[in-house]
């Protein structure tokens, strides 16, 4: 079964400074992968998914994130963290296209700091 | 577009009370889900369906019962609520299980 695991549960930077969200992900099969960023009292929003097109993928407001297989991460980057990225941020899996439902890591709360 | 909408946005119940939360989708999705999400926890796969009148359980199924009739609603029935239910709740569409899932924006349940 797949599983996902996202390394600290809390990540603060400084205004500017780079962002590293890590997700290492467990498949049977070569999986599809996805961000997802949370904002207070709202539903999740897409930020980028991997697809198996490109290893490199670029997302929404400045994000991207490399499929590693050989390390079974998808750590997301930022190169300049703004104010506006303070979030939750969730790694998912879905086990190839037998996938029948995403599953989900426990989140990153990131904070930013001016 | 409406996407995916949720109703109720709060809700308070009482132990022992049961309820259905309501969730319809408008972009022809075969595939829905519920999850919940609790503080440390993420969100935690509750039932989830391939189409209409196929349904199976997720990673925390019990209490919770479902049914998908149409294409386009999946309510989530809790048939005697208990305080270990008081969560937010989530319900997505997606066009296949592997592909991007579309959230609706919650349901704050209590239950007391």
């Known amino acids: 079964a797949q599983s996902v695991t996202q390394l600290g549960s809390h990540v603060s930077v400084s205004e500017g400074a780079l962002v590293l969200l890590r997700c290492n992900y467990s498949s049977s099969v070569p999986p599809y992968l996805f961000w997802y960023v949370q904002y207070p009292n709202q539903g999740l929003q897409l930020l980028l998914k991997?697809?198996?097109?490109?290893?490199l993928v670029k997302g929404i407001n400045g994000f991207e994130a490399e499929f590693k297989k050989s390390e079974t991460s998808f750590h997301l980057t930022k190169p300049s963290a703004h104010m506006s990225d303070a979030a939750e941020y969730f790694c998912?899996?879905?086990?190839?296209?037998?996938?029948?439902?995403?599953?989900f890591g426990k989140g990153t709360t990131l904070s930013v700091s001016s | 577009n409406a996407g995916v909408t949720q109703t109720p946005k709060f809700q308070v119940l009482k132990t022992g009370q049961s309820m259905t939360l309501q969730c319809a989708q408008d972009?022809?999705?075969?595939?829905m889900s519920w999850y919940r999400q609790d503080p440390g926890m993420g969100l935690r796969l509750i039932h989830y369906s391939v189409g209409a009148g196929i349904t199976d359980q997720g990673e925390v199924p019990n209490g919770y019962n479902v049914s998908r009739s149409t294409t386009e609603d999946f309510p989530l029935r809790l048939l005697s609520a208990a305080p270990s239910q008081t969560s937010v709740y989530f319900c997505?569409?997606?066009?296949?299980?592997?592909?991007?899932?579309?959230f609706g924006q919650g349901t704050r349940l209590t239950v007391v």
């Open positions: 998912a899996v879905s086990e190839g296209q037998a996938g029948t439902a995403l599953i």
């Open positions: 972009m022809n999705h075969e595939y």
């Open positions: 997505a569409s997606s066009y296949k299980g592997y592909t991007e899932a579309f």
């Open positions: 991997y697809t198996s097109a490109a290893t």
